[in-house]
């Protein structure tokens, strides 16, 4: 009887083990996102700071921060659907400050209004440090021809605008250019589904436990004589 139902026995217990074992590691995945989302709400509380030439993205993502200077007119146009505001554009302008020009993502551009004039009047900004990378294996190339660019990356961008590589995205300026829609940065948009995943796993290996004890039960069962 033990040799007959040795298999499905190894057989249910291993793949018990294993779709636990994802669960686990999904449940691992939730606190280490819980975590980030934490810090990253922390850091988009603290005070504002003054913007400095030495920022870099692996200590100062999403730091908060006050500057002043002058868009000069030059802008990348992001195609984006997925905002709050809807549909539209992305203006990545450079702007200039007493650091030398920078990239300032100024919110969004409604698609019937990209031929407006941009405006190019000192301003003060309030914003957020953030590095970027919407960019994938699939993303088209920017079409040079109408300004329209597909994806976020701060090396690009900067190369083409002949800027810093820091990008400061907008919460607020003084005065506001009316073409455009803030959209400050939050943790809204930060995709966290571990604890969906693990759920899932978790019921996988029910329902792999009750198949391999139904398994082992009819291995057990007598066989009918003709």
Request: hydrophobic share 45%; charged share 20%; with cysteine.
């Amino acid at each position: 009887m033990l040799r007959k139902i040795l298999f499905p026995s190894i057989l249910g217990i291993a793949g018990c083990a294993v779709l636990i074992g994802l669960g686990i590691w999904q449940v691992e995945r939730l606190a280490w996102k819980e975590d980030v989302i934490a810090d990253i709400n922390s850091r988009l509380s603290a005070p504002h700071e003054p913007l400095s030439r030495f920022v870099n993205e692996a200590q100062d993502e999403y730091t908060r921060v006050v500057l002043s200077g002058r868009p000069t007119g030059e802008e990348l146009h992001v195609l984006d659907s997925g905002t709050a505001a809807g549909t539209g554009y992305r203006v990545i302008t450079k702007f200039e400050t007493d650091i030398g020009a920078i990239l300032l993502d100024q919110g969004l551009l409604a698609i019937d209004n990209k031929a407006a004039e941009p405006m190019t009047r000192q301003m003060r900004v309030t914003g957020t440090l953030l590095w970027p990378d919407d960019q994938n294996d699939s993303t088209p190339p920017p079409d040079a021809a109408d300004n329209i660019w597909f994806a976020r990356n701060v090396t690009t961008m900067s190369q083409a605008l002949g800027t810093l590589p820091i990008l400061v995205v907008a919460n607020q300026t003084s005065p506001a250019d009316p073409r455009l829609t803030a959209l400050p940065v939050d943790t809204a948009n930060i995709k966290n589904d571990h604890l969906e995943y693990a759920i899932t796993w978790f019921l996988l290996a029910g329902v792999w436990a009750i198949m391999s004890l139904y398994l082992i039960r009819r291995t057990l069962q007598p066989e009918k004589e003709d």
